[in-house]
């Protein structure tokens, strides 16, 4: 069982004011956060 801040800690944290506009980042990071956590709980499962 992994507790939730290792958990999160494995999140991807995108900071603001790269080479990309700030939406196209959020739209990414929206786009893959329901992957995290669906692998995060497949992992934890498993163990």
Do not use: T
């Not at 959020?26 to 956060?33: E, G, S, T």
């Not at 329901?34 to 692998?39: A, R, T, Y």
Request: no cysteine; aromatic share 28%.
């Amino acid at each position: 069982m992994i507790p939730p801040s290792v958990r999160f800690s494995f999140f991807p944290k995108i900071e603001i004011g790269f080479s990309f506009p700030s939406r196209i980042l959020l739209a990414i990071q929206f786009m893959f956060m329901p992957l995290f956590f669906f692998f995060g709980r497949f992992y934890a499962i498993s163990i």
